[in-house]
T-cell receptor, first 116, second 112 residues
Framework: NAGVMQNPRHLVRRRGQEARLRCSPM?????VYWYRQLPEEGLKFMVY????????ESGMPKERFSAEFPKEGPSILRIQQVVRGDSAAYFC??????????????FGSGTQLSVL | KNQVEQSPQSLIILEGKNCTLQ??????????LRWYKQDTGRGPVSLTI?????NTKSNGRYTATLDADTKQSSLHITASQLSDSASYIC???????????FGKGITLSVRP
């Protein structure tokens, strides 16, 4: 059973370009979470999705950022018109059930986004 | 504001030695406290999850403690190995919506 798969591992974009980050959850997991980690900082929650639905996007900037988790295929985190401040490691996690007291999250290896 | 503070920021120990990592948290309402291990270039991996009614939990050479009254937790690593070199992250979870608040992590280096 493969773990959470994220790709690409590294993504380089110039300012103003679009970045698309993909996450395939573990088999049987229908809940996906995206986190951002800046250097020397802890992971920060961005968005929580369940198949075809955004459940909580309270941590995601209102502009330029969007996320989806279609019925078929991976979850996508999309950043439009990237700026240098978007440079960070973006982690995806999945779980078989929704947020619960002891629900365990399984993390992918992350995508390191570098904006030139 | 929900916060998790960890100390020390980094730690170097010799292989075979024990060490203890500290965590102070402020989240409300509190649900559970988690410790994760994050290898360089990888995602975090869960080590322990403790609810407020548990004050100790072990996972192999890792033992976590929780004092819900003082809002403190510790992770004790016994007989350290080179593969223990990683960042150890303390995470406090709120009871209202199971939101995770991450600490910045403690970088542990185990030297031969």
């Amino acid at each position: 059973n493969a773990g959470v798969m994220q790709n690409p591992r590294h993504l380089v974009r110039r300012r103003g370009q679009e970045a698309r980050l993909r996450c395939s959850p573990m088999k049987g997991h229908s809940h996906v979470y995206w986190y951002r980690q800046l250097p020397e900082e802890g992971l920060k929650f961005m968005v929580y999705l369940q198949k075809e639905n955004i459940i909580d996007e309270s941590g995601m900037p209102k502009e330029r950022f969007s996320a989806e988790f279609p019925k078929e295929g991976p979850s996508i985190l999309r950043i439009q018109q990237v700026v240098r401040g978007d440079s960070a490691a973006y982690f995806c996690a999945s779980s078989p059930r929704g947020p619960g007291a002891e629900e365990k999250l399984f993390f992918g290896s992350g995508t390191q986004l570098s904006v030139l | 504001k929900n916060q998790v503070e960890q100390s020390p920021q980094s730690l170097i120990i010799l292989e075979g030695k024990n060490c203890t990592l500290q965590c102070n948290y402020t989240v409300s309402p509190f649900s559970n406290l988690r410790w994760y291990k994050q290898d360089t270039g990888r995602g975090p991996v869960s080590l322990t999850i403790m609810t407020f009614s548990e004050n100790t939990k072990s996972n192999g050479r890792y033992t976590a403690t929780l004092d819900a009254d003082t809002k403190q937790s510790s992770l004790h690593i016994t007989a350290s190995q080179l593969s223990d070199s990683a960042s150890y992250i303390c995470v406090a979870v709120t009871g209202a919506n199971s939101k995770l608040t991450f600490g910045k992590g403690i970088t542990l280096s185990v030297r031969p």
